[in-house]
């Protein structure tokens, strides 16, 4: 064993840290020692066998080596560990929902729908966030929805979309015309509504005169008669 493979040992022995490791490994990569990569690989994962890192590493120094079997192998347990911790992504997505930043979370939720597909909830969220919201149908004010209006008893909201009409096309004199219509229609109304009552207040005091005036007469015939008794 040669002096610098000696100091690459003792390195790889005494960094306790993933991380450190790691940037470790790549120089001995890039330096073209992919033996002393699968070997710092395999010591460094006996005690730090869940870091996804060295093990994907490992996976293309295998592969670049021709170990496309032992490449498989890594991979599988890189794929393993990494649908492990796919969950997150829907716990984020609802994250995001909560903040009102819906792209974020759709985007959250492709990447957790890839590794479970089978998640009817988390599916009918994307949908939901997926679909534009509806936009409310505006009504315009046209003559023809004043008419509608009008053959409904609505004279007061007629004569307000015809308003509306004329504002927006003043050059429309058709609908001049049937404004002018429905406001001597209102004007009509409100006469023959006060006019009626008028009469009605005028009958009741009619009413209440001759109530009074037969209370009176029904009272001089009951003196009339006890005097003739």
């Known amino acids: 064993m040669t002096a610098s493979n000696e100091i690459y040992d003792e390195i790889v022995d005494k960094i306790a840290t993933p991380k450190a490791r790691i940037i470790l490994l790549e120089i001995l990569k890039k330096e073209g020692k992919p033996e002393k990569v699968i070997q710092a690989c395999l010591k460094a994962l006996e005690s730090f066998p869940d870091d ?5 590493l490992l996976a293309e120094t295998y592969f670049e080596q021709g170990s496309i079997e032992l490449a498989k192998i890594e991979l599988e347990k890189i794929s393993i560990k990494i649908d492990d911790l796919s969950s997150i992504f829907k716990l984020q997505a609802e994250l995001f929902k909560k903040e009102n930043m819906a792209e974020k979370a759709i985007n959250s939720l492709k990447l957790y729908l890839a590794h479970y597909s089978n998640d009817q909830d988390a599916a009918q969220l994307l949908s939901e966030l997926s679909t534009p919201p ?6 315009l004010p046209t003559s023809t929805l004043a008419e509608i209006y009008y053959k409904q ?7 307000k979309i ?7 096309f003043p050059y429309d004199e058709k609908s001049k015309n049937r404004l002018d219509e429905l406001k001597k229609i209102k004007e009509t109304e409100e006469y023959e509504r006060s006019k009626e009552a008028i009469i009605n207040e005028k009958t009741l005091t009619l009413i209440g005169v001759l109530e009074r005036w ?3 007469i029904e009272k001089g015939r009951v003196v009339n008669f006890s005097h003739q008794v």
């Open 52 to 56: 996804i890192y060295i093990r994907k």
């Open 134 to 139: 509806k936009e409310e149908v505006s009504i």
């Open 153 to 159: 008893g609505e004279l007061e909201e007629a004569i």
């Open 162 to 168: 015809y308003t509306q009409v004329v504002n927006d």
């Open 214 to 216: 037969l209370a009176i």
